[in-house]
């Protein structure tokens, strides 16, 4: 299973970490890993690339971190965009029931 913590700092979003395999199908093949590793790359993209933003982020096999504290109070609005896209894609996944043994979002707060 791939879990997916969306981490928030005072209830907004701050960051995420993407740890595990979905195992929904062969190494490689599987569906729901591809889709929740691109949608999580593309998000830290849009935070790094895109806005531009000091994130700290960390990739290794089978684990993503990517955290926003410590940004002024509008590059926290802007974080808050990505990442709330980012959960929205997630959220995505979930709607087909096939896929929700394979992907879990939880909530921390850092």
């Known amino acids: 299973m791939v879990t997916v913590c969306m981490l ?8 995420f970490e993407v740890t595990g395999h979905a195992g929904c199908s062969a190494y490689g ?5 591809s889709a929740v590793s691109a949608i999580a790359q593309t998000a830290l993209l849009g935070l ?4 531009g933003l000091p994130v700290r982020h960390q990739s290794e ?10 940004l002024s109070a509008a590059q926290s609005r802007d ?3 990505i990442l709330n ?16 043994q394979y992907l879990s979002i939880t909530q921390r707060e850092v």
């Open 8 to 15: 928030t700092q005072n209830g907004r979003p701050a960051g």
């Open 61 to 70: 096999a089978g684990r993503l971190y990517c955290g926003t504290t410590g």
């Open 85 to 100: 896209t980012m959960l929205a894609g997630l959220e995505a996944i979930l709607m087909n029931e096939e896929y929700q």
């Open 29 to 33: 093949r599987d569906i729901v890993c």
């Open 79 to 81: 974080a808050a965009l």
């Open 48 to 51: 790094t690339d895109v806005l």
